[in-house]
């Protein structure tokens, strides 16, 4: 039996439409949670050397938005990025730098021929563990 995560449907609105505004980059950010569901999207800046094949979060962004977070009573429910030109699946080097095995790891492709799609994963010691998002009206 495959676990399910409830996804309110603004915020997967919101995470395909901030992949849309840069489609040859990867967008990346953080997701806030309350009791389990998510709440709130926050967009960080990528600063990888290579921003169309790999992400690496601001520090002093990423430093913020984990304050914001605390000061709503958010907890850090995942960690959203793109892949502008490969499936919606963990790269090597996604599985390599994970350092939050406890937050849903969201990746959304571009590379689908105009049909966005979107996945989640918790990442722990190299492996992934895909989880079904079933999207709510929240």
């Known amino acids: 039996m495959t676990e399910e995560i409830q996804i309110p449907r603004k915020i997967a609105n919101q995470l395909l439409h901030l992949a849309q505004l840069s489609p040859e980059q990867e967008v990346c950010g953080l997701i806030g949670g309350i009791s389990g569901t998510p709440s709130h999207c926050y967009p960080i800046r990528n600063i990888a050397t290579l921003p169309a094949q790999r992400f690496l ?3 002093s962004e990423q ?12 907890s ?3 960690i959203y990025h793109s892949h502008p030109h490969a499936p919606a699946t963990p790269s090597a080097t996604d ?7 406890e937050a ?15 996945r989640g994963f918790y990442l722990n010691d190299g492996q992934s563990r895909e989880v079904s998002m079933v999207l709510n009206e929240e």
Do not use: N, W
């Open 95 to 101: 599985l390599e730098l994970a350092a939050y095995p």
């Open 63 to 74: 430093i913020a938005a984990l304050s914001t977070m605390r000061d709503q009573g958010e």
């Open 57 to 59: 979060l601001e520090p």
């Open 104 to 118: 849903l790891y969201v990746i959304i492709s571009l590379d689908t021929k105009g049909i966005l799609e979107m």
């Open 76 to 78: 850090l429910f995942g």
